[in-house]
């Protein structure tokens, strides 16, 4: 109890000099206000990085990389958007900390409060996974109809010449492999026809003309020779 009288005693004596500046009540309702109304938003922000990285891995076809083997892991990394998933954590560590400054969140540790939050942001994202949002949001970039996360979402299909992924439509099949097209009108440079060369094994008799396919492959001299190939019938 004397501890308390003490430090309610030093408390006082700061404030009347001048060291602990006085604060009305108003000041702190509309501190916490902002200190809310900016953690929804930032949790909201995290909730549509982390929702819209699992959804661009699987409707890109990212995913079927790791079907692919050693060369297909490789590609997955290269791929995968990390920068979602990093934005996602900032985000987190960002909001623990006005958590922690600004409310009675500050009584729980600190790795305990952000794991809840974590876990809370997991299951929004899935739950969201569930939803048409992006899907919706997609289709909307695909007719060059949604400002801002347009390009975004455009690029959700595109091909990786790069890492050595394609996809697209097959024109063709013969003895030798197929050929694959893809044009999304917005001539880019993931544009294009490819010839591909299955690997060892693969079925040409599968592929139908007009079937989409997603090729993991390295280019030499204007041919592709896959190590891997998923159809996408189905999966659009």
Do not use: C
Not at 27 to 38: C, G, I, K, Q, S
Not at 164 to 193: L, N
Not at 216 to 227: D, E, H, I, P, W
């Amino acid at each position: 109890m004397l501890k308390e009288n003490d430090i309610r005693k030093s408390v006082l004596e700061k404030i009347r000099s001048g060291e602990v500046p006085m604060r009305s009540r108003a000041y702190f309702a509309l501190r916490t206000v902002l200190v809310v109304v900016m953690s929804l938003l930032m949790l909201a922000a995290a909730l549509f990085a982390l929702s819209f990285m699992s959804f661009s891995v699987h409707e890109s076809g990212v995913r079927f990389l790791l079907e692919f083997g050693e060369h297909g892991l490789v590609a997955f990394v290269a791929l995968f958007p990390w920068h979602l998933l990093l934005i996602s954590l900032l985000i987190l560590v960002i909001l623990e900390f006005l958590l922690n400054r600004f409310t009675p969140a500050y009584r729980f540790p600190f790795l305990r409060t952000f794991l809840w939050i974590l876990v809370a942001l997991i299951a929004g994202s899935t739950l969201v996974g569930f939803t048409p949002l992006h899907s919706f949001l997609l289709s909307e970039a695909d007719r060059n109809e949604l400002p801002v996360l347009g390009p975004f979402y455009e690029q959700v299909h595109d091909s990786h010449q790069e890492q050595g992924v394609y996809r697209g439509s097959v024109s063709s099949v013969d003895a030798s492999g197929f050929i694959i097209a893809h044009d999304d009108s917005d001539k880019d440079s993931d544009e294009g026809s490819w010839h591909i060369v299955p690997p060892p094994g693969f079925d040409l008799g599968t592929l139908s003309v007009g079937e989409k396919v997603y090729v993991g492959g390295r280019l030499q001299s204007g041919v592709v020779y896959a190590y891997g190939v998923h159809s996408l019938s189905g999966e659009e």
